[in-house]
């Protein structure tokens, strides 16, 4: 299994439940709420995308990704502040922690609205207070775009798509010599159900987010959605067609795409 099995430098897959997607690139569908979390190898860290529903699940994350010889998680790049994929993010405290601009922060202290809804939908009360109280503020907040450079020729481009699924959806993608591009999308593309519009979804402007989202990536990009299995460019155009359909929104695909 040599060149599935190992990173750039050699480092083993993180372990039970991660699978690869290219080399070095990888994506593990947690238990409970399904939410995808995604590892990337650099050089000298990993980046590691989401952090999944509480503090335990970042724990385990954290534990599983120090295996081997790999080393610690340097960055944490942050889709979107729902709590499945935010409340974890306190087990990382040494990484830097981005996230998307927008007009407020993405979280306020304790993020009181992303463990409220953790409650709502099952996460135990006191493990969710817990989550809340550990999670840093972010370290960096992306605009527009930003790049790390990840060594040995592969860069992970944060881009802040706006309002679609949340007030500000930031979505990765890594480019690498060796393979297609990946983009770990959060949940402005789900492939599991129907794409989740809740109070703070901007849904007249989500199909124009997926055009930037389809610019950013490319034909031959791999999609990986917030919940389900990694999809193709032709998967997200059709949810776009879908989500503009259930929005009833026009279709002018091309009028702000790229800015
Ligand atoms: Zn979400």
Redesign the pocket.
Known sequence: MTGIDEGPAGWPAPGRGWREITPGVWRRRLPGWDETVGAVAGRDGLLLVDAGPSLAAGAELREQLAGGSRPPVRWLAVT?P?FD?LLGAGAFPEAELLAAAGAEPPWPAGAPAAVADGVALGLDRAEAARSGAALPAPHRLVTDALTLDLGRGRRATLTNLGPA??GHDLVVKVTDPAGPPVVFCG?VVEESGEP?AGPDAAPARWPAALDRLLALGGERARYVP?HGAVVDAAFVRSQRAALARRFEVPDEPHRDAGT
């Open positions: 979107h729902h994929h699924h949340s949940d989740q917030g």
